[in-house]
């Protein structure tokens, strides 16, 4: 794609007929085995009543337009083809074709309840042209069944407007004024009040507001008019909001022949992986996250993201993750009739720096370890895998919380020093949630336990160490919150345990109760 200092260039993707073609063109429609000559209505609850929400062509030659009652319709043509009007069915279908739009640019954005707006910027070259872009997109969404109409400009306004009044048009930059001079004003886009005033005042054409003052037709139609003249003539530039993110680094591979094995989808996402990293090589940048996107034949297009916990560049370490992915989708990649286009991108991306292997084989382990985990997240899935992350408090039960791998990346530490060498760790590994009562008997009042009876087994205390005391938190804590005394206990057989006593002699009735919270290994 070409940078971003040249002039856009936009395709409009207009499907006046989404809704019916969905209900009666696409392959396996409820109405495809109808007569084409049978109008078909889609109709929607409104004060009421059964209006039409959307028509077929045979429909509107009919004039069974939406906005008719259908009991009138009926009226005018006995019996109709009727079909209630599915909002979520039709917006799914345009998420569907807009996935399908990223075969020619990855800007696509919706531009209302059944039209696309496409940036081509700097890409219609990969397709021989915008005027043989335009007909390639048009012609594949008919053979899927879709009735669309285009045109593509330099401003997006223009492209709409265009696409309307007088598809298939290609504006060379810099003549959208010229284009659209000949457009009725309803073209515009103001609502149906400001149109009316502008047709009462004899302005019916785009050009008899591009020949007019701006100043005088701001103050009779209002601000919002100049700036959608302006931005339909290409004076002014709105940039489209895409629907997804455009890839930092992105290859791909386009095929006459459409490819269905897994063998060559191997060696295609290989040869992708080798060309991507190419490109963050060059930036001086490795990859967070990458997308494999799959388009075939009929329209179905798949993607498939993987994602490490450090920039990484490696081919071969990004080929692993993909089949890792492939190899535990519970939704396996299926070719059907094959696929004709196949994308990889990274989308995440951070600088990558070279790191020297120690002598002690440190970085190398570190290495392994980051290896495992980014295959263990693409086989499962990262948000399954999971690392402990410190908490700043001394609450035991709170020390630690399981994170996701990939949201703790780079957080930092928070862990007491390690222990000298040789030296009992001052916590268990392990905690019990809850802790477990137990029934304890101590020596003096406030001193370890002597012997503990645990899970209906006794164990006589031979070391014991401690007390460490961890009072609760005060901005936490509530009214039957008292101390915690711990002790770290061993008994004759040599078992380590961790125990605490909660209150003192005298806090309660009953005297201080002592539970097991963890063992040592």
Not at 55 to 64: T, V
């Given at each position: 794609?070409?940078?971003?200092?040249?002039?856009?260039?936009?395709?409009?993707?207009?499907?006046?007929?989404?809704?019916?073609?969905?209900?009666?063109?696409?392959?396996?429609?409820?109405?495809?085995?109808?007569?084409?000559?049978?109008?078909?209505?889609?109709?929607?609850?409104?004060?009421?009543?059964?209006?039409?929400?959307?028509?077929?062509?045979?429909?509107?030659?009919?004039?069974?337009?939406?906005?008719?009652?259908?009991?009138?319709?009926?009226?005018?043509?006995?019996?109709?083809?009727?079909?209630?009007?599915?909002?979520?069915?039709?917006?799914?279908?345009?998420?569907?074709?807009?996935?399908?739009?990223?075969?020619?640019?990855?800007?696509?954005?919706?531009?209302?309840?059944?039209?696309?707006?496409?940036?081509?910027?700097?890409?219609?070259?990969?397709?021989?042209?915008e005027a043989a872009l335009l007909q390639d997109c048009l012609a594949r969404l008919a053979a899927f069944g879709i009735t669309a109409r285009?045109?593509?400009?330099?401003?997006?306004?223009?492209?709409?407007?265009?696409?309307?009044?007088?598809?298939?048009?290609?504006?060379?930059?810099?003549?959208?004024?010229?284009?659209?001079?000949?457009?009725?004003?309803?073209?515009?886009?103001?609502?149906?009040?400001?149109?009316?005033?502008?047709?009462?005042?004899?302005?019916?054409?785009?050009?008899?507001?591009?020949?007019?003052?701006?100043?005088?037709?701001?103050?009779?139609?209002?601000?919002?008019?100049?700036?959608?003249?302006a931005r339909l003539t290409g004076l002014a530039h709105r940039p489209i909001s895409p629907r997804r993110l455009v890839p930092v680094a992105?290859?791909?591979?386009?095929?006459?022949?459409?490819?269905?094995?897994?063998?060559?989808?191997?060696?295609?996402?290989?040869?992708?992986?080798?060309?991507?990293?190419?490109?963050?090589?060059?930036?001086?940048?490795?990859?967070?996250?990458?997308?494999?996107?799959?388009?075939?034949?009929?329209?179905?297009?798949?993607?498939?993201?993987?994602?490490?916990?450090?920039?990484?560049?490696?081919?071969?370490?990004?080929?692993?993750?993909?089949?890792?992915?492939?190899?535990?989708?519970?939704?396996?990649?299926?070719?059907?009739?094959?696929?004709?286009?196949?994308?990889?991108?990274?989308?995440?991306?951070?600088?990558?720096?070279?790191?020297?292997?120690?002598?002690?084989?440190?970085?190398?382990?570190?290495?392994?370890?980051?290896?495992?985990?980014?295959?263990?997240?693409?086989?499962?899935?990262?948000?399954?895998?999971?690392?402990?992350?410190?908490?700043?408090?001394?609450?035991?039960?709170?020390?630690?919380?399981?994170?996701?791998?990939?949201?703790?990346?780079?957080?930092?530490?928070?862990?007491?020093?390690?222990?000298?060498?040789?030296?009992?760790?001052?916590?268990?590994?392990?905690?019990?949630?809850?802790?477990?009562?137990?029934?304890?008997?101590?020596?003096?009042?406030?001193?370890?336990?002597?012997?503990?009876?645990?899970?209906?087994?006794?164990?006589?205390?031979?070391?014991?160490?401690?007390?460490?005391?961890?009072?609760?938190?005060?901005?936490?804590?509530?009214?039957?919150?008292?101390?915690?005394?711990?002790?770290?206990?061993?008994?004759?057989?040599?078992?380590?345990?961790?125990?605490?006593?909660?209150?003192?002699?005298?806090?309660?009735?009953?005297?201080?109760?002592?539970?097991?919270?963890?063992?040592?290994?």
């Amino acid at each position: 794609m070409s940078n971003a200092s040249s002039p856009r260039r936009y395709c409009a993707i207009l499907m006046p007929f989404l809704a019916s073609d969905r209900l009666r063109r696409i392959p396996g429609a409820p109405f495809a085995a109808a007569p084409p000559e049978a109008p078909l209505l889609i109709v929607e609850k409104a004060k009421g009543a059964l209006v039409i929400a959307a028509s077929d062509p045979a429909a509107r030659r009919l004039g069974l337009a939406p906005g008719l009652a259908l009991a009138e319709a009926r009226a005018r043509v006995p019996d109709p083809l009727v079909a209630e009007r599915d909002a979520a069915a039709d917006a799914a279908l345009l998420e569907r074709i807009a996935d399908w739009c990223d075969r020619y640019t990855p800007l696509v954005a919706e531009d209302g309840e059944a039209a696309l707006m496409l940036d081509i910027t700097g890409v219609a070259h990969l397709f021989a042209g915008e005027a043989a872009l335009l007909q390639d997109c048009l012609a594949r969404l008919a053979a899927f069944g879709i009735t669309a109409r285009g045109a593509i400009a330099g401003a997006a306004d223009a492209a709409r407007a265009l696409a309307r009044a007088r598809p298939g048009s290609v504006v060379p930059a810099g003549r959208e004024a010229a284009a659209v001079r000949n457009l009725p004003v309803a073209l515009i886009g103001l609502d149906a009040a400001a149109t009316t005033a502008l047709l009462r005042a004899g302005l019916k054409t785009i050009g008899d507001l591009i020949d007019r003052p701006r100043a005088p037709l701001a103050a009779r139609f209002g601000a919002d008019c100049v700036a959608r003249l302006a931005r339909l003539t290409g004076l002014a530039h709105r940039p489209i909001s895409p629907r997804r993110l455009v890839p930092v680094a992105l290859a791909e591979r386009i095929f006459f022949e459409p490819i269905a094995r897994t063998e060559d989808i191997e060696a295609t996402l290989a040869g992708l992986a080798a060309d991507v990293a190419r490109l963050l090589e060059k930036r001086g940048e490795g990859g967070r996250r990458f997308e494999a996107v799959f388009y075939r034949v009929d329209g179905h297009v798949r993607r498939i993201a993987v994602a490490t916990t450090r920039p990484n560049r490696d081919p071969k370490a990004i080929l692993t993750l993909f089949r890792e992915r492939l190899a535990a989708l519970s939704d396996p990649l299926e070719a059907g009739f094959g696929f004709d286009l196949v994308r990889l991108g990274s989308f995440e991306t951070e600088p990558f720096a070279e790191v020297a292997t120690s002598l002690d084989g440190r970085a190398r382990a570190e290495d392994a370890v980051a290896d495992l985990v980014d295959r263990l997240g693409a086989r499962f899935g990262p948000e399954h895998v999971l690392r402990f992350l410190p908490q700043d408090t001394h609450l035991p039960e709170r020390r630690a919380r399981l994170v996701p791998v990939l949201s703790a990346v780079g957080a930092s530490g928070g862990w007491e020093d390690a222990v000298p060498s040789g030296e009992p760790p001052l916590r268990p590994l392990s905690l019990f949630d809850p802790p477990e009562p137990v029934e304890a008997l101590a020596e003096v009042p406030d001193g370890p336990p002597l012997r503990f009876r645990w899970r209906r087994v006794l164990h006589k205390v031979a070391r014991a160490e401690g007390p460490e005391r961890i009072a609760p938190e005060w901005w936490r804590m509530a009214d039957d919150t008292l101390d915690r005394d711990y002790y770290r206990v061993e008994d004759e057989e040599g078992r380590r345990f961790w125990l605490y006593r909660e209150g003192l002699w005298g806090d309660a009735a009953a005297g201080p109760r002592w539970y097991m919270h963890g063992l040592f290994a």
